[in-house]
């Protein structure tokens, strides 16, 4: 009997998987709704924008970007504001990271950044930018930023996480690499 369960699940998987991928050949917009500064009309399959959500999301580029403050001092100065993330929920520095990172946020579709190898484990691969299928699609993801800031902001990003990644930041704090969530 769980190996019947254990099949049907597998089979599922597999179909969830075609699904998606036909989904993004046709450019449909895969994800929740939970995107900050944008609400998605599920009938017509487009993003439309919030603008008192998108002034924010500016906002962050702007100070990320141009005037280059922290993520850390960012999320502090939007919490210090009452201003909620999309959840309702206290802005942290990985939030504002991935909304830095997301190239919807430019007027681009991006789709097949991950994919469950396995099922039963459920990892998950990251393809690697290179792998996305990304394309411009400013007719159904309208940009709140434009591609030069979104660069800019996201050249920063990556300067920032090189120097923390390839182990340069080890003496920085005594806890810095210890202490994993």
Known sequence: MASMAQDEIRRL???VKFGMNRAIKRGEILGNDM????KKDKELGVLNIIEDEAK???RIYELYGIEE???S???NILNSEGISSCQNKKWCISTISRMIENPKYKGYYCGKKSEVIDYMSKKVKKFCESEWVMYEDSEK???IVDEKLFYLANKRLNEN???FS???NKNMYPFSSKIEC
């Open 35 to 38: 995107l900050y500064g944008y």
């Open 69 to 71: 403050i922290s993520l």
């Open 141 to 143: 993801i309208p940009p």
């Open 161 to 163: 996480q090189k120097v």
């Open 166 to 168: 390839n182990g340069n």
């Open 73 to 75: 001092k960012i999320s």
């Open 13 to 15: 998987s597999e179909r």
């Open 56 to 58: 924010i999301v500016r």
